[in-house]
């Protein structure tokens, strides 16, 4: 099998599958005949957790470490433009430029994400797992038990996106896009970047970090690094969250949506950065619509029974079904295609014969 | 270990220093490894000079590959100093030691099986250079890329350069291994048994590989086959229980009774 070759100019044009325009233009033109409620509530959300299960997907998928703070620094870049913009609960809330407020959010999840690295890289397999649980929890509680900076249990409400260009960008459409604009260049660049030295590198250190540390790289920057341009993925997420939900608290953060996390990307599939956004649309739809197959308190029961079957079935996800049914279809096709071959010489080789006996 | 400098000669340190960098590739000062209880390398002192290509033989648990870990950083030494070129970098890591000339070859193939041939390559032809952090993507006309091409073809793996590694014959993975190995102007390399499981044909066709590398390129090559051991070498270090039992030639070693009992076996050189 042939791997993709390296080229900027091929990455553009010439590697696109024409189904990806479909996808783009089915996307772009979706508001124009969904309801509000699809828009924002499923198309919107499913985007937004998409990117934080997109920066799970980069360190697990391409560099092999699975960290469960992804959702702490998407939380963090929250909790800051709560503290740093506006919000309604009388606590902090310093009014700082919208634009200031979100660069600062996402640097300081870039930040955090970066030092979670620190600690992460010098373990593997479970042991990043746990060490990335607790920095998750320690968050969760720290956030929970201080009120002068998180305000405790309460957390904050009241924080909204600005009204911008005569736009309130909080409108299911508006906001829409924005997730799209956000979720569609992040997944680009992580495609693009696989291809990259970088990503190429970390997917080697994945692969066998003792050779890459044999040819001369320095294999726990190469991880740290990738944790710092996860942080910056999460963390755009976590200022979209935020926005979406205008309200910040422990529970934003707490282990059940650390694992949600953890489930979208692998029901989604973590060898590609589209399985994700795969993941969280069926997370969403699971989570708005069991309820209409079973009892609300028993929803989880539903998606815990899916994400069951899907590893069970298919380790890699949505994306290995998805996969396994295109390999399927190819052969079907090059087994039609050789019978009719055959078929077809068979016929002439007959009308040879026919003819040599003639 | 022993101190010898003495606080009256430092500029005369400094210049035999300097002589002996021109001069040797690789030195050893007392290096011993230890596990625990377990001495795996005792008082190893080796010198090899640029250029020059050397084998380290000896029978399962000699201390072979510990050696090599040690001379690479893998494992640093309990005791002992470790030279690259006159400089000391018996504390340096082994990224750092990699960007000094140092290279190796593993018993047991070490690639990147998720990637192309010709990835494997270009990342090794990139560890030592900048842009390691690249987001960009690396164009056909980078120089990384032309040396990646030109050393998949001195190993002979040109028609399958984009194949993935994990779908490659075992024989064209030791081959790739080398490759690896010469990337990045390398000025020694550490050869672990690199015709393991090589079929007669292939072994053959690395020793061509091995007598074709470029005259400054010492090595030090571990390997079992005397056959392929004793044809691209001019000296030999016998090991045995982690200390060096014999050194010499080639013939001296081939011809030494000891030898021939302890490893070599009774038959061996009988014709």
Redesign the interface.
């Known amino acids: ?3 993709d ?4 100019e091929s ?1 553009i044009f010439k590697n696109l599958n024409p189904a990806i325009y479909i996808v783009v233009a089915f996307l772009l033109v979706y508001p124009l005949f969904a309801s509000n409620y699809f828009i924002f509530q499923i198309a919107a959300y499913s985007l937004i957790l998409g990117t934080i299960a997109l920066s799970l997907m980069m360190l697990a998928g391409y560099g092999g470490m699975v960290s469960l703070a992804q959702l702490s620094a998407a939380g963090l870049a929250g909790y800051l433009m709560a503290i740093l913009g506006q919000n309604s609960s009388d606590v902090m809330g310093l009014g700082w430029p919208w634009w200031l407020a979100v660069i600062v959010a996402i640097l300081s999840a870039a930040l955090f994400s970066t030092l979670v690295g620190a600690i992460a890289v010098r373990t593997e397999g479970i042991y990043t797992i746990m060490i990335t649980l607790a920095i998750a929890v320690a968050f969760f509680y720290f956030a929970r038990q201080n009120y002068v900076l998180f305000n405790g249990f309460t957390g904050y409400a009241g924080i909204l996106p600005p009204t911008l260009f005569g736009i309130n960008w909080r409108d299911p459409i508006p906001f829409y896009y924005l997730s799209l604009f956000v979720a569609s260049g992040f997944f680009g660049a992580v495609l ?2 696989s ?7 970390l ?2 250190i ?3 970090p ?10 726990s920057m ?1 991880r740290i ?1 990738a944790f710092f341009f996860s942080g910056v993925i999460a963390g755009t997420a976590g200022v979209l969250l935020v926005w979406f939900n205008t309200r910040i608290s422990p529970g934003s953060i707490g282990v059940d949506v650390v694992i949600d996390i953890l489930v979208i990307a692998v029901v989604g599939g973590m060898r590609h950065p589209i399985g994700p956004f795969l993941g969280a649309l069926a997370f969403v739809l699971l989570q708005n619509f069991a309820i209409d197959l079973i009892d609300r308190e028993r929803f989880n029961t539903v998606i815990g029974t899916v994400f069951l079957l899907v590893v069970l079935f298919s380790p890699d996800g949505i994306l290995g079904i998805w996969q396994a049914l295109i390999r399927k279809l190819k052969l079907a096709r090059q087994g039609n295609h050789s019978q009719s071959r055959q078929s077809v010489t068979g016929s002439s080789d007959a009308t040879s014969t026919d003819s040599t006996q003639a | 270990m022993q101190q010898t400098s003495t606080p009256a000669t430092p500029g005369i340190d400094a210049l035999s220093r300097l002589q002996s960098a021109g001069r040797y590739a690789l030195e050893l000062e007392a290096v011993s490894r230890h596990f625990g209880a377990l001495v795996a390398l005792a008082d190893i002192n080796i010198t090899l000079e640029a250029g020059e290509r050397r084998a380290v033989l000896g029978s399962n648990g000699a201390g072979k590959t510990t050696l090599f870990n040690a001379i ?1 950083g ?1 494992f640093l030494p309990t005791t002992g100093s470790v030279r690259l070129f006159g400089e000391d970098v018996t504390d340096l ?3 750092e030691r ?2 000094r000339g140092l ?2 070859t ?1 018993q047991i193939s ?7 041939v ?3 390559v ?3 032809c ?3 250079r900048r ?10 006309d980078d120089s990384s ?1 032309h040396l990646a091409e030109t050393l998949i073809a001195a190993v002979f793996l040109e028609d399958v350069r ?3 590694v994990a ?1 490659l014959s075992y024989g064209q993975q030791r081959q790739l291994e080398i490759a ?1 190995a010469l ?2 102007a390398p000025r020694l390399i550490l050869f672990d048994e690199p015709a393991a499981g090589l079929s007669p044909v292939e072994r053959s066709g690395l020793v061509e590989i091995l007598q074709a590398l470029p005259k400054h390129i010492a090595y030090i090559i571990i390997e079992h086959d005397m056959d392929v051991a004793l044809r691209v070498v001019e000296s030999v270090t016998m090991m045995h229980n982690g200390r060096i039992f014999k050194e010499g030639t080639p013939e001296e070693i081939e011809n030494d009774p000891e030898v021939q009992e302890l490893y070599l076996g009774q038959g061996h050189g009988a014709d």
């Open positions: 099998m042939d791997s070759h390296l080229s900027a990455f693009y970047s291809r990259s030295t970088f990503g190429l590198s997917q080697a994945r692969d066998n003792r050779r890459m540390r044999a040819l001369g790289y320095n294999t190469h690094a | 690479t893998d890591p082994s990224h990699i960007r290279r190796r593993y070490l690639l990147f099986g998720g990637l192309s010709i990835d494997n270009y990342l090794a990139r560890g030592q842009g390691r952090y690249s987001l960009r993507r690396t164009k056909r890329m984009h194949s993935l779908e690896l990337a990045g």
